[in-house]
C-alpha cells in the first residue's frame, strides 16, 4: 500500500449537509480544494483509526479477509488520490452520477464518490438493490465525516436516470453490459460514460511455472470472498504437459480450506451472498457434472458451495466461459501457444477481455495478450490493482469510455477520462 500523502495541514471545516443524505452545498464555490482534500483525509484516519464499524458491515456481504482487504485498498486509493488528481488535472465537474455494484461498496465509494469530489462540485449515486441498506448505512457512516457533496439517491432506476443521469455531465456504471447500452443509448452527446463490467480474466499455466505456486495464487483470488469478485478468473487454461499436475496441486490446496462465517477471520470461504449467482453456479455443475473432479456440493439452504474443479475439453473459439460469482475453478487444457494466444484474442474472449495471468514461460502469449487486456506474469491481478491506475482491458464489454460521439474500449480511471474530455462539450 502507498504511503500517506502530504495532506492539508489547515483545519478543515465541514460542509453542512442538506435534507438528501448528505449532499453538501457543493459547487466550486461551497468547498475549496483544500476543504475536499481534507474530508477525504478524514475518512482515511477513520478507516485506519476506527474502521471497526465499517469492518462490521462489510462482513454482512463479504468474508472477514475480503472485507480487510478492501478497506485496505480503499486507505490506499485515498493515500493517492492528491497525487493522482495532480497527474492528471481534470477539468471540473458540475456534476457526476453513479450506478454503484453489488460488491466491493466500500472500494467503490471512494472510486467513484470519494476521489471525484476533489474534482466534481456535487456527486450523486444509485446503489445496487441488492446492497441497499449496507449502502445506505456506509454512507451515512463516512458522510458524517467527510460532509461532502456526495447524496444516495432512493429513487427507482426510471426516476434515477430522468432525474439525476440525463442532467449529469459525467455518469458512471459499475454492471451488466446490456444495462450499460441501454442508458448509454439515453444520453446526449458531450455526456461523459463510463462502463466497468467484468472480464473473463482467464489464468494460464504453460510449460516452465511453477505449478504449485500458480495453484496457490488461482486460489487466493478465486476463492478472495468465495468467489464474489470481478477479478476472479473464469478460465484457467493449463498446457496439457502440466494439467495433472496443477490440478492435483489445486486438489490438494483445497482440501485445506475451512468453511466459516463471515465474521469469522479463519475462514477460508463462507456461504454465497447473491441468490442468482448461486443458483448459476449450480446450473453449471449439474450441466458439467462430468468433469467434477473435486467439490461439487451444494446447499441451497445455508447458500454454501465448495470450492468445485471441473475440468472441461481442451481450450477453443467455441468455448462457452459463464461469469462466475462462485468458487468453481474452470479448468480446461491446452496444446498450441500460438492456437491459444489466437483463441484468448477474438470472438468472446475479445468482447470481455479484461485482464488475464499468465505463469510460466510464454512470452509470445504474453505479448498477444497484452494488445487486449492488463496482463501479469507469475502473478494474480490482485497484486497490480491500484485505485489510482487506470485499469481494464479493450474489450467493449469489459469496459468501455463514451462522449456520445465515439465508444473506446480501453483501461479506465475517472480523474484521466475527464481530463482528456470537456464535459458539456457539444451538449
Known sequence: MSSAPAWPTVAAEPEEADRTEGRGEGGAEGGSERRRAAALRRVRDFLVADGGAVHELLCEISTHRAARYEIESTIATLDGALDEVAAHRPGRVPRLAAFMPSNVILYSYALYLLVPALYADELVFRPSSRVKDQMRRLHALLAERHRLPIALSGASQREFLREEVLPADVVVFTGAYRNAEQIRGQLSPGQLFLFLGSGVNPFVVAPGADVAQAARDAIAIRVLNTGQDCLGPDLFTVHESLLGPFVDALVGELKG???????????????????????????????????????????????????????????????????????????????????????????????????????????????????????????????????????????????????????????????????????????
Open 257 to 427: 480450506l475451512r468453511y466459516g462465517p463471515y465474521s469469522d477471520p479463519d475462514a477460508d470461504f463462507g456461504p454465497i451472498f447473491y441468490e442468482d449467482a448461486l443458483e448459476e453456479a449450480a446450473q453449471f455443475l449439474a450441466r458439467n457434472r462430468a468433469g467434477i473432479v473435486h467439490g461439487g456440493h451444494v446447499d441451497f439452504r445455508t447458500r454454501r458451495l465448495d470450492p468445485t474443479v471441473v475440468v472441461g475439453e481442451e481450450v477453443s473459439p467455441r468455448t462457452h466461459v459463464p461469469e462466475f460469482f462462485a468458487p468453481i475453478f474452470n479448468v480446461a487444457g491446452y496444446r498450441d501457444q500460438d492456437a491459444l494466444a489466437a483463441t484468448l484474442t477474438t470472438g468472446m474472449f475479445t468482447e470481455r477481455a479484461l485482464g488475464s495471468s499468465v505463469y510460466g514461460d510464454a512470452p509470445e502469449l504474453v505479448a498477444a495478450l497484452r494488445r487486449r487486456t492488463t496482463v501479469t506474469v507469475d502473478t494474480t491481478l490482485l497484486s497490480i490493482d491500484n485505485g489510482n491506475a487506470p485499469f481494464g482491458g479493450y474489450g467493449r464489454m469489459a469496459n468501455y469510455i463514451s462522449d456520445g460521439h465515439e465508444v473506446r474500449a480501453e483501461p479506465v480511471l475517472i480523474s484521466q477520462a475527464v481530463a482528456a474530455h470537456r464535459p458539456g462539450a457539444a451538449r
